[in-house]
């Protein structure tokens, strides 16, 4: 019995890839066809175009592969029939992979579609060949089809309309070009045939890939976010040997794509983020580009024979609310907000937010990369706590100068100052929180009316602020109250700085260095005295804490610990190999300063009368 049953599904699979060939053999004979039809229609739209003044042409390119769209009517309705069809393909194929993407650790899954609250899911695997029948660890493999499974890693909303999951590394001979489906259920092994299956897909490296873009209506210019380019760090590049190119298509490799392509010029490059001026389709009609994909092109090669490359792309431009003009709806912004990149470090959040909350910020942007720690009920609490916070899954590594580019760009329309600091980092005010003058307590909003007094300077665009790194103050375990409490002991002196920007004065080119920020021509930064603020970093925490630094650095051009380069750099701490292994006396080192004045500030008028606990250390979930 057991041989009849192999029989007939040997007799099934025959069957499917006989229908596979059929149905690309039918399309290879009706391509030409095809093409031709898209050709008349091109040269039709070209005769009803009407040319208006402009002080830039977008630079259009029409071929066989690649027509152009001049028409802003005809354009109009084609972006609206492509966001339908989207909308229709995520109704019928809840679960279809739009891009995936190869990381060191993981494979990382763009669904363009939400997922269900309840959604258990898995990840499918595609045998590359008959030849071992090694099984992925603590995996389940069908005896009659090619294929094994794993539950996900986690999954998070990306964005308004897309999900992402991720999936465990495939081994040897499976396909890095991972599946998704609902746990216990079937899987569409036709799904081959328009190329949405993991057999016919591509998984796309982590670090040659354009991952993020963005409208910025102000420019007319879209803000790309791209890895591979290998533009130096902490200068402007030149953006005349790159192009831009939006396209309808759902491919995101950008030399086999059959979609619409419109071209247009590079105006600023540098580091990781490139801006491209938007094509007057998309410029006239922002709130219409939902699911346009953006990518970058480069040319190399020699002078005389120059290849033009284009960049794989998982971008795609998505209007909100912010993104389409609207004068009758201006809103007042916050006088100062706060914006962080973090991994796993959900237990400090409350506490960072809490305190600074106090000293005035009014809004915080919390760019989450690869957190797995609970931080989504950390900042579902704050919320029911009346705390304006915001979480945006940012799983992009290696990106954290990028990060800040963008946040900058979502902040500008809310915020008039806009701080980048960690969530192990307080601004502290000596003078004012030690001597209190009048009722209340002391110190109530003092880094937003340190701010607010050069919000209309015609010169200060940034405000800098010295760190004073702490150790681990003689603790072998995290203090339960907090680090504002239970680190006490620092190096004698400052370690770098932080800034808090004006969001409207940032150069054109979002350059930054971690830092600070390159501002527009004729402004300048702003050195905070010590006596008035510095900010406490509770940077050398107890070992278990701090020993995380070592999975991964969230800088673009820092050097992860593991790799043995640079280990001299400010980033590392001195005496650390490339292994995690806690030095003797850790708990004793980087201490040369006893200095507890945020502790007392703290205890003395944030802590319970009656219990003495603090407001972080209370839970509402």
């Known amino acids: 019995m057991s041989g009849m049953?192999?029989?007939?599904?040997?007799?099934?699979?025959?069957?499917?890839?006989?229908?596979?060939?059929?149905?690309?053999?039918?399309?290879?004979?009706?391509?030409?066809?095809?093409?031709?039809?898209?050709?008349?229609i091109f040269l039709l739209l070209l005769s009803f175009e009407r040319f208006h003044p402009a002080s830039?042409?977008?630079?259009?390119?029409?071929?066989?592969?690649?027509l152009s769209l001049l028409s802003s009517t005809a354009s109009n309705s084609i972006l609206e029939s492509f966001t339908n069809r989207n909308s229709n393909s995520r109704d019928s194929s809840p679960l279809r992979v739009q891009d995936r993407i190869l990381f060191p650790d993981h494979v990382l899954l763009i669904v363009p579609n939400r997922f269900r609250q309840n959604d258990q899911l898995e990840c499918v695997y595609h045998r590359l060949s008959n030849g071992s029948d090694e099984l992925l660890q603590d995996g389940e493999k069908n005896p009659h089809l090619d294929?094994?499974?794993?539950?996900?890693?986690?999954?998070?909303?990306?964005?308004?309309?897309?999900?992402?999951?991720?999936?465990?590394?495939?081994?040897?001979?499976?396909?890095?070009?991972?599946?998704?489906?609902?746990?216990?259920?079937?899987?569409?092994?036709?799904a081959g045939i328009n190329g949405t299956a993991g057999i016919n897909g591509t998984a796309y490296p982590w670090d040659?890939?354009?991952?993020?873009?963005?409208?910025?209506?102000?420019?007319?210019?879209?803000?790309?976010?791209?890895?591979?380019?290998?533009?130096?760090?902490?200068?402007?590049?030149?953006?005349?040997?790159?192009?831009?190119?939006?396209?309808?298509?759902?491919?995101?490799?950008?030399?086999?794509?059959?979609g619409f392509v419109l071209t247009t010029e590079a105006v600023t490059a540098a580091q990781e983020v490139v801006r491209c001026l938007l094509p007057r389709t998309i410029r006239n009609n922002p709130d219409k580009t939902h699911g346009v994909r953006v990518t970058i092109g480069y040319n190399t090669g020699s002078a005389?024979?120059?290849?033009?490359?284009?960049?794989?792309?998982?971008?795609?431009?998505?209007?909100?609310?912010?993104?389409?003009?609207?004068?009758?709806?201006?809103?007042?912004?916050?006088?100062?907000?706060?914006?962080?990149?973090?991994?796993?470090?959900?237990?400090?959040?409350?506490?960072?937010?809490?305190?600074?909350a106090w000293l005035g910020v009014e809004r915080w942007f919390i760019y989450d990369n690869n957190s797995d720690d609970g931080i989504e009920d950390v900042v579902q609490e704050l919320e029911l706590q009346a705390y304006n916070v915001s979480r945006q899954s940012w799983p992009w590594i290696k990106t954290q100068e990028a990060g800040f580019s963008r946040c900058a760009l979502r902040a500008r329309d809310e915020c008039h100052w806009v701080g980048f600091f960690d969530v192990d980092e307080f601004f502290y005010f000596p003078r004012a929180f030690r001597h209190h003058r009048g009722d209340g307590v002391p110190g109530e909003n003092s880094l937003?009316?340190?701010?607010?007094?050069?919000?209309?300077?015609?010169?200060?665009?940034?405000?800098?602020?010295?760190?004073?790194?702490?150790?681990?103050?003689?603790?072998?375990?995290?203090?339960?109250?907090?680090?504002?409490?239970?680190?006490?002991?620092?190096?004698?002196?400052?370690?770098?700085?932080?800034?808090?920007?004006?969001?409207?004065?940032?150069?054109?080119?979002?350059?930054?260095?971690?830092?600070?920020?390159?501002?527009?021509?004729?402004?300048?930064?702003?050195?905070?005295?010590?006596?008035?603020?510095?900010?406490?970093?509770?940077?050398?925490?107890?070992?278990?804490?701090?020993?995380?630094?070592?999975?991964?650095?969230?800088?673009?051009?820092?050097?992860?610990?593991?790799?043995?380069?640079?280990?001299?750099?400010?980033?590392?701490?001195?005496?650390?190999?490339?292994?995690?292994?806690?030095?003797?006396?850790?708990?004793?080192?980087?201490?040369?300063?006893?200095?507890?004045?945020?502790?007392?500030?703290?205890?003395?008028?944030?802590?319970?009368?009656?219990?003495?606990?603090?407001?972080?250390?209370?839970?509402?979930?």
């Open 5 to 40: 049953d192999s029989s007939e599904q040997r007799r099934k699979r025959k069957r499917m890839l006989r229908s596979y060939s059929q149905a690309k053999h039918y399309l290879s004979l009706r391509r030409p066809l095809i093409l031709c039809f898209s050709f008349f």
């Open 208 to 258: 040659r890939v354009v991952y993020e873009a963005v409208i910025d209506i102000d420019g007319d210019t879209a803000v790309v976010f791209v890895k591979g380019l290998n533009l130096r760090p902490h200068r402007k590049s030149d953006p005349t040997r790159l192009t831009c190119h939006f396209g309808l298509g759902n491919n995101g490799n950008w030399e086999k794509d059959q």
């Open 304 to 356: 005389r024979a120059p290849v033009h490359v284009t960049l794989p792309s998982v971008a795609t431009l998505y209007s909100s609310k912010s993104t389409v003009r609207n004068e009758n709806q201006k809103k007042k912004k916050h006088e100062l907000c706060a914006c962080t990149m973090l991994w796993n470090q959900a237990p400090a959040l409350k506490e960072w937010v809490m305190y600074h």
């Open 56 to 66: 830039f042409r977008p630079v259009l390119t029409a071929s066989t592969t690649t």
């Open 448 to 621: 937003r009316n340190l701010v607010s007094n050069y919000s209309y300077s015609p010169t200060i665009g940034e405000i800098r602020t010295d760190c004073h790194s702490f150790g681990p103050s003689g603790l072998s375990s995290h203090p339960s109250q907090g680090v504002t409490v239970g680190y006490t002991c620092r190096l004698q002196s400052p370690e770098r700085h932080k800034s808090i920007v004006r969001a409207d004065l940032l150069d054109v080119t979002l350059l930054n260095v971690v830092h600070h920020f390159r501002l527009r021509q004729g402004f300048r930064h702003l050195n905070v005295p010590a006596n008035v603020a510095v900010i406490n970093h509770y940077k050398y925490q107890v070992w278990e804490t701090f020993r995380a630094k070592f999975f991964r650095r969230v800088a673009t051009y820092v050097v992860d610990w593991q790799e043995d380069q640079n280990q001299g750099s400010k980033d590392r701490a001195p005496g650390l190999g490339t292994e995690a292994i806690e030095p003797p006396n850790w708990r004793l080192r980087f201490c040369e300063v006893w200095d507890t004045g945020l502790k007392d500030y703290v205890l003395g008028y944030f802590a319970d009368p009656a219990t003495g606990s603090l407001p972080w250390e209370k839970s509402l979930l």
């Open 147 to 190: 294929f094994a499974i794993r539950p996900v890693l986690s999954t998070d909303v990306y964005d308004e309309l897309r999900s992402i999951a991720r999936c465990p590394l495939p081994s040897n001979n499976y396909s890095e070009a991972v599946d998704l489906r609902r746990r216990g259920g079937g899987y569409d092994w036709t």
